[in-house]
């Protein structure tokens, strides 16, 4: 008989191997990373996802959480990776509900008896106090490995989450994580046309990969997570005044999976399937942050080979920047000294392409524009490495267009942290009207003339300027 087929997303250094053997199992892998996207020629939607695969503690293995059945099925799918793979079943998975006892008190947090394990429980997350001999009701929201040295961490609050949706007892309103940018209002806006909502007295949140979910997907992880916040929220109710030491409800499952070393070269041969991969690819990933960047940069030569061409897409795919992280934005300056625009969020890369978004604060206006700056503006700005110029679109919180100001520069260079050029000085600015002006000429024939820019180089600025103008 066929096992039926789950929805799963994997993240982590074994992805690509547990991608290929999810798939040849029947499996749907949903939520591809870009780089798994890229290397198989098969089906990953942005759907929800029944179960959960991630990187555990020092990369020595995997958590498996999500529905009981799904979890199930890929633990006894995984076991056999081979001779030295070990596998778990978690005593506090993820979402789990327990009446405990305390145990202990720490400096920051109190030691709670769970049954076959103990969890954690910092005090921030308690109305109040506790004391050792008190009972807790608390709920699981971060599992540890049992090759750890780490404790569940608890809350008293409840949650439920299954997917892409999250629910949250006692919270208002509908969350979206990640950034608070324009996509996320519009998801958060799109709730009020789904046809199931959240049961009264529980908030929505939404995961950050909602925004690129179908308005069907999105209902069906409402519908589903809905329903486990209903199922936990009676099986609470009917357990009456918390008594220790007992399990109350779970509505996911988990399971650990040890990867040892034989098992580390079968996943080698797995991902060698579907990419170049070095010998010890595995082995040499699980020991330090530094390793695995270096396996990854490596392959990534390897497989694009070594042309004339400076290989920036694989040197910031290893080292950054990445989508979410942070960059400073070093605006050098003719005479010598550099001025930090700020640090902008990386909202997308492709390629030699980096966007970033930087949030405004009020007051004045906008350097040549003449627009004033309020609360809630975005700056969003587009840098290409290498290229001469760069724009920057402001934008208000309802989306409005507040202008665009291009920059004239030397070639942009993207590092993992700062952006860095040297500004040129003339520029090209676009009003909210339309209307476009070419700017500070002035202030770039000055520099020539104090020494501070070679002509040449300032007339390269001038030429670059005429195109931009043209082109918008």
Known sequence: MTEPSS????????????????????????????????????????????????????????????????????????????????????????????????TETLGSGAVVALGETTGYLPFRAVDGRVD???????????????????????????AVEAGLATLVRGREGVRVAGRDDAAGRELAGLTDLLSTAPPAGWGL?????????????????????????TALEAAVDDAGDPEPVRAIASPSAGAWIWFGRESRFALDERRREVTATMPGHHRTKAGTNAASAGVDFVEALCTRGLGEEFPFDVVADQFGPHEGETVRIGHGKPAGHRIVLGEAEVTDRDGETLAVERDISAGGTYDALGTPRASGDIAHTKFREGRWWYPTTYRSADGEHKGTYVNICTPVELFPDTVRYVDLHVDVIKYPDGTVERVDDDELDAAVEAGDLPEALAEKARSVAASIKRAI
Do not use: K
Request: hydrophobic share 40%; with cysteine; glycine share 6%.
């Open 205 to 229: 949140e939404w995961a950050r990969d909602a925004r690129d979910a179908e308005m069907a997907t999105l209902e069906d992880a409402l519908d589903r997570t809905s329903e486990r916040a």
């Open 7 to 102: 929805n799963v997303r994997v993240r982590g250094i074994y992805a690509t191997a547990l991608t290929r053997t999810l798939l040849d199992a029947g499996h749907t892998v949903v939520q591809a990373s870009p780089p798994i996207q890229r290397r198989f020629d098969a089906d990953l939607p942005a759907a929800d996802h029944d179960a959960a695969i991630e990187t555990g503690p020092d990369r020595q293995g995997v958590n498996v959480a999500g529905d009981s059945e799904t979890v199930d099925a890929i633990r006894e799918l995984l076991v056999d990776t081979g001779i030295d793979t070990l596998a778990w079943a978690d005593p506090a998975p993820v979402g789990a509900v327990f009446d405990g006892r305390v």
């Open 132 to 158: 050792e001999g008190d009972t807790v009701r608390v709920q699981v929201t971060e599992a540890a490995a049992p090759w750890d040295d780490d404790r569940p961490l608890l809350d008293t609050c409840l």
